[in-house]
């Protein structure tokens, strides 16, 4: 009896074992198999990637227009900067190098996702000039309205913020701009930001102080509060790097006791409200310096007059303009309301011009003619078509390049019948 017990038992035994080693091995095999899945996943992955990149950029150099070199970037980080503002750092997808930039130059940005979102907005670097990793840092304008071709809205700030992750994709034009510190100044310079406009001034103090660290460099820096600071942390910290950096932020919505902590946090100077440019050229107390500035465009034209009026020279004093909503026609002495014909040859439109005000640019999307849009404001170069026929001026001074018989549609008004070949 017990001898058949003892076999029971080891048979038993040998049963549940090689069912354990059964069901072990049935585990083991399914996580090989989902780990290869996992691996071939990953790798098709890495393929489709490496195959939409060659797509586009075989587009891209297929371009009749080759001059705004356009290139397919891969978003290798997006960070956060302040409530509303991200920052998002580019590498060319196969590693190659990037051309170099002047500091202070911007991007043309554009959805990588054909027939889908292609409006172009021009975003200043906002890290000093190298070959390997380019950074843009954009703030999310407020807006109810989806993407739109006009002037006014937001809408691919507002697209970027809500879209774009790690690893996603973006086309890239440029880089390209006047407005940078030219490397000949040896003079000392102070840089004045206000919100987002120092995205610019953070690649301007970021080569100064790698490059340049004996010339003295001045930012002072508008914001809100500490909650809507972009790079404030990060510029402030070259206070620290270098003796000849100074950073003064001034905070025009914040407590006291909110000053005192980012004083007692970061290096360089706290201050509560708003700067003046007569304090600024004051507390420079140089001559010989030069000012650059970004912002928006009335604080811009404001900071201008004063530090004219202070005795700034006019060729000492340099500025950004990405874009003003409303149009700023010369004044020429022509006050007549007269229509002219516009024909878009390639598209095979024709309409006439309804308003002294509107641009040729905009009379192309009232009828529905795809011309790319950058800047709006005669800088960036991105909305130029050529000229067929007519005469046309400008409602600015404009400082993109034009090759013969080309025209900026953003910023054109038409003085006769014209044929443009969109």
């Not at 040998?14 to 899945?37: E, T, Y």
């Not at 304008?141 to 790690?166: F, V």
């Not at 620290?240 to 005192?260: N, P």
Request: with cysteine.
């Amino acid at each position: 009896m017990l001898q058949n017990l003892a076999v029971y038992f080891i048979a038993f035994g040998l049963i549940s074992l090689s069912l354990g080693q059964f069901f072990v091995s049935g585990l083991s095999l399914r996580r090989m198999l989902r780990r290869h899945k996992t691996i071939r996943k990953n790798q098709l992955d890495r393929l489709r990637s490496a195959t939409q990149v060659a797509r586009l950029n075989s587009q891209l150099s297929a371009s009749s227009d080759a001059s705004r070199h356009w290139r397919a970037m891969e978003v290798l980080r997006v960070v956060e900067e302040s409530n509303d503002a991200k920052s998002f750092y580019l590498a060319d997808p196969n590693q190659q190098s990037l051309p170099l930039f002047h500091p202070g130059q911007f991007l043309m940005i554009r959805p990588a996702l054909a027939g889908k979102y292609q409006a172009t907005r021009c975003y200043s670097l906002s890290v000093a000039p190298n070959t390997k990793l380019w950074r843009i840092t954009v703030k999310k304008q407020a807006t109810d309205q989806p993407l739109r071709a006009d002037r006014k809205t937001g809408g691919l700030s507002s697209w970027m913020h809500e879209n774009i992750q790690d690893g996603d994709c973006l086309l890239v034009g440029g880089p390209s701009g006047h407005f940078y510190l030219a490397p000949e100044i040896q003079a000392p310079i102070v840089l004045l930001a206000a919100g987002v406009g120092i995205t610019p001034m953070a690649s301007m103090l970021q080569y100064s102080s790698h490059f340049t660290p004996r010339r003295p460099v001045t930012l002072y820096y508008q914001a809100k509060d500490q909650h809507h600071w972009p790079l404030g942390a990060e510029v402030h910290g070259y206070c620290k790097l270098v003796d000849t950096c100074k950073v003064i932020s001034y905070l025009s919505r914040t407590s006291d006791a909110d000053l005192k902590q980012l004083a007692q946090e970061h290096a360089g100077t706290f201050r509560k409200g708003k700067f003046s440019a007569l304090d600024i050229a004051s507390e420079s107390n140089n001559p010989q310096a030069h000012y650059y500035m970004c912002g928006p465009e009335d604080w811009m034209a404001a900071i201008r007059e004063q530090l004219a009026a202070s005795g700034v020279p006019a060729d000492q004093i340099h500025w950004e303009s990405f874009g003003s909503a409303t149009a700023q026609i010369p004044t020429d002495g022509s006050t007549c309301e007269q229509s002219f014909n516009v024909q878009f040859a390639r598209s095979g439109v024709a309409s006439a011009t309804t308003s002294s005000d509107q641009s040729l640019w905009e009379l192309a999307q009232a009828n529905d003619v795809p011309i790319p849009s950058g800047c709006l404001s005669g800088v960036c170069g991105s909305c130029k078509v050529k000229l067929l026929q007519g005469a046309i001026k400008y409602d600015r001074t404009i400082s993109a390049s034009l090759a013969e018989n080309e025209c900026l549609t953003c910023v054109a008004r038409p003085t006769s019948d014209v044929v443009l070949e969109a």
